[in-house]
């Protein structure tokens, strides 16, 4: 059975940081399939950055400077550290993966950023 596991959520100051970590784990996966998404009230899911084919981390324009993806292949876990949070990344972020066998989320983890 396939599980993402996330964890590293929580409430934070606006400038404050958060490392969000993601592993996954009951089937064959390549961090190069996996990314993280978010969602706020009332808004759609929205790409926050992700591996792509070629190993090359993409980020969502919002982020860039701010976030940064890194990963452990060993342990299949994707990792996104978040500086200089601002109260609009509050959301729900979520991991995600795909491999041969489909698409996987999960479950989400919290970030509150407070002004």
């Known amino acids: 059975q396939v599980q993402l596991v996330e964890s590293g959520g929580g409430l934070v100051q606006a400038g404050g940081s958060l490392r969000l970590s993601c592993a996954a784990s009951?089937?064959?996966?390549?961090?190069?399939?996996m990314a993280w998404y978010r969602q706020a009230p009332g808004k759609q899911r929205e790409l926050v950055a992700g591996?792509?084919?070629?190993?090359?981390?993409n980020y969502a324009e919002f982020v860039k400077g701010r976030f940064t993806l890194s990963r452990d292949n060993a342990k299949n876990t994707v990792y996104l550290q978040m500086n200089s949070l601002k109260p609009e990344d509050t959301a729900v972020y979520y991991c995600y993966a795909r491999n041969g066998g489909g698409s996987y989320w999960g479950q989400g983890t919290q970030v509150n950023v407070s002004s």
């Open positions: 009951g089937g064959i996966f390549s961090t190069n399939n």
């Open positions: 591996f792509t084919y070629l190993a090359q981390a």
